[in-house]
């Protein structure tokens, strides 16, 4: 196990937004326990998917959608980055 320092940007609940040594954007650290409910969301669509449930499966998409919208809120961007910034559109550090 290593140890590091982190950036803390909010309060270190279940959903806290830090930032590691060498990233240049924070992250979301959730805890265990409350990663468990986007989980279980997410068997939910598949069964209801599955089932050919699509009214219901759309509510439930649309319940973790708004879940995770939530965690992305609070991650505050340093920077006010471009498209060809962000995280998620090149793999960096």
Do not use: K, W, Y
């Amino acid at each position: 196990m290593e140890r590091a320092e982190a950036e803390l940007f909010t309060d270190a609940g279940n959903d806290a937004v830090v930032r590691l040594p060498g990233r240049r954007f924070p992250g979301v650290l959730v805890q265990g326990d409350t990663l468990r409910i986007p989980s279980a969301d997410v068997a939910e669509l598949v069964e209801l998917c599955a089932a050919g449930d699509l009214e219901e499966a759309r509510h439930a998409a649309s319940l973790l959608q708004d879940e995770l919208g939530a965690m992305l809120q609070r991650t505050p961007m340093l920077s006010t980055p471009t498209e060809s910034d962000t995280p998620s559109s090149r793999n960096h550090v």
